[in-house]
């Protein structure tokens, strides 16, 4: 999971525990990472771990644009279970008994905020904390173009109300790069290729990259920063090779094309400038070159149309 997910994850828990709900979180992910520092990270629950979910009246979902890829937790829950689904995919349908999907949302990190706030659930500054990584980690430091006057309005609440210590926080994201890490910076560095003059920039994290430094998956998904940092770009793609016949891809838009719409067409989805998605079954080095003239296909017709002007 990114910030994201793992910080309105633990937000919602530090809250509903705080107002006297009994609650676990489970996670698809063996540990938190880089966000261990956040308060109840070591009590996450791996999937793996869970055989049934009973005695849980209500499952909340966070982060998670299909109800597809909730099946592993759907499918634990007791009979009866009410399901809440609190999202900000532009692309999510509203699975669940409620849906609360806020696509103009910066982060699921604001919608779970928000909910607590209208259900009247005061938060501490565990809840702060995780919900200040959500946010600043979704915007990328306020760096993306889905960072609101919203999202600044409640980072500056949860800053106040909590006396939160932006600059150890920041420090445990952003500051705490390992050898390992900075040694696959340099090797997904080295494969970067660019096309349509530099408009569309592509980088590879392969088995064998993560295999020599000793990284993991929530490693290789970050590298998606190295081909978006490339000057001059509009789009850039990641492909992170899990197997022989299978590839994750993401795509990163600076606003002037789509990429649900690309991410669509190979079974994925996400946001209108922030998408991926997971091809199985076929050589990797295939669905990269379809994927590649997919992408160069979309951007050449969307510039077209708009000569070069942001969507919106």
């Known amino acids: ?42 009590s996450l629950r791996p999937i793996q771990q869970v055989e049934t979910l009973e005695g849980y009246d209500t499952c ?25 689904n609190l999202d900000h ?6 699975f669940g008994d409620v849906a609360v999907v806020l696509p103009h949302a910066s982060s699921s990190g604001e919608v779970v905020f928000h909910t607590l706030k209208q259900a009247g659930i005061p938060l501490n500054k565990a809840a702060a904390e995780a919900l200040f990584v959500a946010i600043v980690t979704d915007t990328g430091r306020f760096m993306f173009s889905n960072s609101t006057p919203d999202s600044y309005r409640i980072i500056a609440q949860l800053v106040e109300d909590f006396a939160l210590d932006v600059s150890t926080l920041t420090g445990h994201i952003y500051r705490s790069k390992s050898i390992k890490r900075l040694r696959l910076e340099a090797m997904v560095a080295g494969t970067l ?17 993560l295999e020599a430094t000793g990284c993991n998956e929530a490693d290789a998904a970050e590298m998606v920063t190295i081909p978006k940092s490339l ?34 067409l190979f079974n994925g989805g996400g946001h209108l400038r ?28 969307t510039l077209k149309q708009t000569g070069g002007a942001i969507i919106v």
């Open 1 to 42: 999971m990114d910030g994201d997910a793992l910080g309105s994850l633990l937000a919602l828990r530090a809250a509903l525990i705080a107002s006297g709900r009994e609650c676990i979180a489970v996670t698809q992910d063996s540990d938190a990472g880089k966000y261990g520092f956040l308060e109840g990270a070591d």
């Open 60 to 84: 909340v979902m966070v982060d998670c644009g299909a109800e597809s890829r909730a099946r592993g937790i759907l499918r634990r829950l007791a009979p009866g279970t009410r399901v809440l």
């Open 89 to 94: 995919h532009i692309d999510n349908p509203g």
């Open 193 to 209: 290729a660019v096309h349509m003059d530099g408009k569309l920039a592509v980088a590879t994290v392969t088995r064998e990259m």
């Open 231 to 264: 000057r001059g770009t509009m789009v850039c793609i990641l492909f992170r090779e899990s197997a022989p016949d299978d590839l994750k891809v993401s795509w990163r838009s600076e606003g002037q094309i789509a990429v649900n719409e690309i991410a669509a």
């Open 274 to 301: 922030a998408s991926g998605a997971n091809v199985r079954g076929r050589p990797v080095h295939d669905v990269q070159r379809e994927i590649v003239a997919a992408t160069v296909k979309a951007l050449t017709a």
